[in-house]
């Protein structure tokens, strides 16, 4: 591990600690050269697959991407931010879950608005009125009346 001070690659662990989800492994280290401490966090490299878009194209998943498409649909919604980080690494571990080298964009649209239609209705309505492409206020008002359709169907 490189030192951030003084770029020397010798250095000693003095502590390892698990993440508090298992999932990251944190090391306090000090240089051999300089004796400067520092952290170095270690986690295993997630096989992700590669996103096939509407075009046909194919670029790298993006977890940032989700997150940043779900902030915009609950903007002004009472919904903490650590529900909508949770929301994004349940869609990456089920599509790591999926074992596939490729994956449609329109499988992790899905998923995103599965997710809001659970977690709130109005920012599940945002979401899809820009995925779903809706041409206009009758494709939006069917999608809110099947909303209603499965709240009135859950009551019996």
């Known amino acids: 591990m490189k030192c951030p001070f003084c770029g020397s690659i010798e250095d000693k662990v003095i502590d390892s600690r698990a993440g508090k989800d298992g999932d990251v492994i944190r090391r306090r280290r000090e240089c051999l050269k300089c004796s400067q401490r520092f952290t ?3 986690r295993v ?3 992700l697959p590669m996103v096939i878009k509407k075009d046909g194209s194919r670029e790298f998943f993006d977890s940032h991407k989700i997150i940043t498409g779900l902030k915009k ?3 002004k919604r009472p919904i903490p931010i650590t529900r909508l980080e949770e929301t994004e690494k349940h869609i990456e571990k089920k599509l790591i879950g999926l074992g596939v080298k490729e994956i449609n964009s329109s499988w992790i649209g899905e ?3 599965s997710s ?4 709130d209705k109005v920012a599940y309505v945002r ?3 820009v995925y779903r492409q809706f041409k206009d206020i009758s494709d939006l008002m069917e999608e ?5 359709d499965l709240k009135d169907a859950g009551k019996h």
Do not use: Q
Request: glycine fraction near 0%.
């Open 40 to 42: 170095s966090y270690e």
């Open 73 to 75: 649909a609950c903007e």
């Open 111 to 113: 998923e995103i608005m």
């Open 144 to 148: 809110v009346k099947a909303l209603f």
């Open 127 to 129: 979401f899809a009125s």
């Open 45 to 47: 490299e997630d096989p």
């Open 116 to 119: 809001l239609k659970e977690l």
